[in-house]
């Protein structure tokens, strides 16, 4: 039985490109009641310098400690700096990340996807989020979250889904917002006649038995690839969030997600939650 750890881990890189991210980070600890841990990941210093200038190394660390303190405290409410931690770790950032996440003590994990350097790039966050140890949030710095009241749920029939629905569960109760599951269908039968219609309807009513407001939708891919369909969706429904589980096919090979979750992940413009094999089961005290 594991319980609740109530911390997030956030990589942030301390300039002011990152102050959008930093505002999101903000709402999901505000609106959560969490701690934050904000991680700065800087570059290995290589094994000479580390071996004859260990002292001017450790003080660009400590430099780079006190830049993300003051970025992170100059732009937080008074009332939420009690909340946050500061770290700064070298090497790569999916590799940081992935160990700390593998260390445990934290909930999840975000991170922001754009262009390379200040964050991951898109192969760096389809491994993330395939291999990471706790769920992993994909935000886009073009889509400011300021409530959440909709939340899109894609399924698949290989997908195994009890992770998934544990935290649907918790975050549309913890923001009061309805859910809508949705699925791809390419073959050409009667959509109530499919089992991913059975599947959806089974979810819809166990979300519906804890107090839920849910909907499903069944599309057919009329030749289109299901991503694209998903996407297509989600661009008219205009949720506020989305939650994906990676494919059992990639992640059964320790392999990066397979290529619908990550068109999805890095298509949509809104946060995208994802949960995987490695990921523990839900805190018992999560339930509300």
């Known amino acids: 039985m594991r319980y609740r750890s109530n911390n997030i881990l956030a990589l942030l890189t301390p300039n002011k490109e990152e102050q959008p991210f930093l505002e999101q980070i903000l709402f999901f600890r505000q609106s959560l009641n969490m701690r934050v841990f904000f991680y700065h990941i800087i570059e290995k210093p290589?094994?000479?310098?580390?071996?004859?200038?260990?002292?001017?190394?450790?003080?660009?660390?400590?430099?780079?400690?006190?830049?993300?303190?003051?970025?992170?405290?100059?732009?937080?409410?008074?009332?939420?700096?009690?909340?946050?931690?500061?770290?700064?770790?070298?090497?790569?950032?999916?590799?940081?990340?992935?160990?700390?996440?593998?260390?445990?003590?934290?909930?999840?994990?975000?991170?922001?996807?754009?262009?390379?350097?200040?964050?991951?790039?898109?192969?760096?966050?389809?491994?993330?989020?395939?291999?990471?140890?706790?769920?992993?949030?994909?935000?886009?710095?073009n889509f400011p979250v300021k409530k959440i009241k909709k939340i899109v749920i894609p399924i698949d029939i290989s997908q195994s889904t009890k992770k998934k629905l544990l935290w649907a569960t918790y975050f549309a109760k913890k923001f009061g917002a309805k859910i809508n599951i949705v699925s791809a269908l390419s073959v050409n039968i009667d959509t109530k006649r499919s089992l991913v219609w059975r599947d959806a309807e089974k979810l819809k009513q166990m979300l519906i038995q804890r107090g839920i407001s849910c909907n499903v939708d069944i599309i057919k891919t009329n030749g289109k690839e299901k991503h694209a369909v998903i996407l297509d969706y989600i661009e008219k429904e205009k949720?506020?969030?989305?939650?994906?589980?990676?494919?059992?096919?990639?992640?059964?090979?320790?392999?990066?997600?397979?290529?619908?979750?990550?068109?999805?992940?890095?298509?949509?413009?809104?946060?995208v939650f994802t949960v995987n094999r490695f990921n523990h089961p839900m805190p018992v005290d999560f339930e509300l």
């Open 239 to 271: 949720p506020d969030m989305v939650i994906i589980r990676t494919h059992q096919d990639s992640s059964l090979t320790g392999a990066q997600v397979g290529k619908f979750v990550s068109e999805v992940v890095n298509g949509c413009s809104m946060p």
């Open 46 to 141: 290589s094994f000479l310098k580390k071996l004859f200038q260990s002292k001017q190394s450790k003080n660009v660390k400590n430099e780079e400690l006190k830049a993300l303190h003051d970025f992170v405290e100059k732009r937080t409410p008074r009332e939420d700096l009690q909340h946050m931690s500061y770290r700064v770790k070298t090497g790569s950032p999916l590799s940081v990340l992935i160990g700390q996440s593998k260390n445990g003590g934290y909930e999840f994990l975000m991170v922001k996807k754009g262009k390379p350097g200040s964050t991951l790039n898109r192969d760096e966050t389809d491994k993330l989020i395939s291999r990471a140890f706790c769920p992993a949030l994909v935000i886009s710095k």
